[in-house]
């Protein structure tokens, strides 16, 4: 999932759930749990009691020294590290810089943006209308979309699985020039659409595993044809309120509250390396718009892997939850990608990317443990995006039994 990601041109996808936007990357990809995967309340089994080791000054060191060797390969200026357990001991520390030009470091309650973890908030938006028998999932998105190529077949369960057989907006090459040329002119939900349907299909609904932002967008609709509310508000309502994620949001336009790091992409019309802080993000919307901090996605974390919320309601009932959870496997091996959610060796959650950030946010249910990085950089290195990077270095220390071992996917011919 290109991360689950919202990369502007770079077909990549990296698999599953953790974020990221393959176009400007927006984005983030959740993943749909291969047969060993989780269904809710049923952990994968681990071959060595929980998966998870303990939080050690030992291991802390060793972790340090990941962080810091990924930093200097791929040129990270600054990232924000979190892990925390029940009975392990938890580990939160920055490194590196938020600003470039003065120095300022990195610090977790510095906000960023997240890219494709927004698909995790607009798929839970999706499904508690399902839940309160608004839509099914079942539905195609023809009954509330018009215009939508094979939307008499499509259904909101294929958008949301990454199985629609859409183009992707956010590759085509008449976006691309428009967002570079001026990163902070607004885009509507129907122009992005428009990008994606002048290409013909990719291939017939439900056929095949191919991440895609267009479905998010056309999801972010339904949501907000059926709440009556705009998009933003109706996951600030049900989503964020009921969470207490108050340092989390979707922005209006370009909006970024402070504190904030600034963030470094090189997809930028001259190729140079530019700061995005300024750039507008709502030609990534309901797949990749919106703001958090640290914190708050260690919470998140765990709502959305289990549905449940941490005062111990239900954010989304038992069983639609299974159904976020089970999906048939993608071609990535040891991932799977369910709706708008991802499972990566026994981890759940997503990761995000858009220009100048990315960030993984993921969940192991074996071990009730909670890894959340953010990063000011989405400049891929080797073809890897630095969050995932991030995570196979830090997961191979704490869990080596669940490695976040997410490649990069080419994008579907």
Same mark, same amino acid.
């Given at each position: 999932?290109?991360? %689950?990601?919202?990369?502007?041109?770079?077909?990549?996808v990296v698999a599953a759930a953790v974020g990221a936007l393959v176009v400007?990357?927006?984005?983030?990809?959740? *993943?749909?749990?291969?047969?060993?995967? *989780?269904?809710?309340?049923?952990?994968?089994?681990?071959?060595?009691?929980?998966?998870?080791?303990?939080?050690?000054?030992?291991?802390?060191?060793?972790?340090?020294?990941?962080?810091?060797?990924?930093?200097?390969?791929?040129?990270?200026?600054?990232?924000?590290?979190?892990?925390?357990?029940?009975?392990?001991?938890?580990?939160?520390?920055?490194?590196?810089?938020?600003?470039?030009?003065?120095?300022?470091?990195?610090?977790?309650?510095?906000?960023?943006?997240? @890219?494709?973890?927004?698909?995790?908030?607009?798929?839970?938006?999706?499904?508690?209308?399902?839940?309160?028998?608004?839509?099914?999932?079942?539905?195609?998105?023809?009954?509330?979309?018009?215009?939508?190529?094979?939307?008499?077949?499509?259904? %909101?369960?294929?958008?949301?699985?990454?199985?629609?057989?859409?183009?992707?907006?956010?590759?085509?090459?008449?976006?691309?020039?428009?967002?570079?040329?001026?990163?902070?002119?607004?885009?509507?939900?129907?122009?992005?659409?428009?990008?994606?349907?002048?290409?013909? *299909?990719?291939?017939?609904?439900?056929?095949?595993?191919?991440?895609?932002?267009?479905?998010?967008?056309?999801?972010?609709?339904?949501?907000?044809?059926?709440?009556?509310?705009? %998009?933003?508000?109706?996951?600030?309502?049900?989503?964020?309120?009921?969470? @207490?994620?108050?340092?989390?949001?979707?922005?209006? @336009?370009?909006?970024?509250?402070?504190?904030?790091?600034?963030?470094?992409?090189?997809?930028?019309?001259?190729?140079? *390396?530019?700061?995005?802080?300024?750039?507008?993000?709502?030609?990534?919307?309901?797949?990749?718009?919106?703001?958090?901090q640290l914190q708050d996605l260690r919470v998140w974390a765990r709502t959305?892997?289990?549905?449940?919320?941490?005062?111990?309601?239900?954010?989304?009932?038992?069983?639609?939850?299974?159904?976020? %959870?089970?999906?048939?496997?993608?071609?990535?091996?040891?991932?799977?990608?369910?709706?708008?959610?991802?499972?990566?060796?026994?981890?759940?959650?997503?990761?995000?990317?858009?220009?100048?950030?990315?960030?993984?946010?993921?969940?192991?249910?074996?071990?009730?443990?909670?890894?959340?990085?953010?990063?000011?950089?989405?400049?891929?290195?080797?073809?890897?995006?630095?969050?995932?990077?991030?995570?196979?270095?830090?997961?191979?220390?704490?869990?080596?039994?669940?490695?976040?071992?997410?490649?990069?996917?080419?994008?579907?011919?």
């Open positions: 999932m290109t991360h %689950l990601c919202t990369r502007l041109r770079r077909g990549v400007p990357a927006a984005g983030g990809a959740a *993943v749909a749990l291969p047969s060993s995967a *989780v269904t809710a309340g049923q952990p994968s089994p681990s071959p060595s009691g929980d998966g998870v080791r303990a939080l050690t000054p030992d291991v802390r060191r060793q972790v340090d020294d990941a962080v810091r060797r990924v930093m200097d390969q791929a040129n990270v200026p600054g990232v924000n590290v979190g892990i925390w357990t029940p009975d392990k001991g938890e580990y939160v520390k920055s490194f590196g810089v938020a600003d470039k030009a003065t120095g300022q470091p990195m610090s977790s309650d510095l906000y960023l943006r997240i @890219g494709s973890e927004t698909k995790t908030f607009t798929v839970t938006a999706l499904l508690e209308l399902v839940d309160q028998g608004k839509i099914g999932l079942d539905d195609t998105i023809g009954k509330y979309v018009d215009g939508v190529p094979n939307g008499d077949r499509i259904t %909101l369960r294929q958008l949301a699985g990454m199985r629609s057989g859409l183009f992707n907006y956010s590759q085509d090459e008449g976006f691309f020039k428009a967002l570079t040329s001026d990163p902070q002119r607004p885009f509507t939900p129907q122009e992005l659409l428009d990008y994606s349907f002048k290409h013909p *299909v990719l291939f017939p609904p439900g056929k095949k595993f191919f991440y895609c932002n267009t479905n998010l967008i056309l999801l972010g609709l339904v949501v907000e044809k059926m709440s009556g509310q705009p %998009l933003a508000d109706y996951i600030h309502d049900t989503i964020l309120q009921p969470a @207490g994620l108050d340092h989390t949001l979707f922005p209006h @336009g370009a909006f970024f509250p402070d504190p904030h790091a600034q963030g470094y992409t090189d997809q930028t019309a001259s190729g140079k *390396v530019e700061n995005t802080a300024s750039w507008n993000p709502s030609w990534a919307w309901a797949a990749g718009a919106m703001i958090s959305v892997a289990t549905g449940q919320l941490p005062d111990g309601d239900r954010l989304i009932s038992a069983p639609t939850q299974k159904q976020r %959870l089970t999906t048939p496997p993608t071609p990535i091996p040891g991932t799977g990608y369910g709706l708008g959610i991802f499972d990566v060796q026994g981890w759940i959650g997503h990761n995000g990317s858009l220009p100048g950030y990315e960030s993984l946010t993921i969940y192991l249910p074996s071990a009730q443990a909670t890894l959340v990085v953010m990063l000011n950089t989405d400049i891929n290195y080797k073809n890897s995006e630095p969050s995932t990077l991030f995570g196979d270095a830090i997961t191979k220390i704490i869990s080596p039994d669940h490695v976040f071992n997410l490649p990069a996917q080419p994008a579907a011919k």
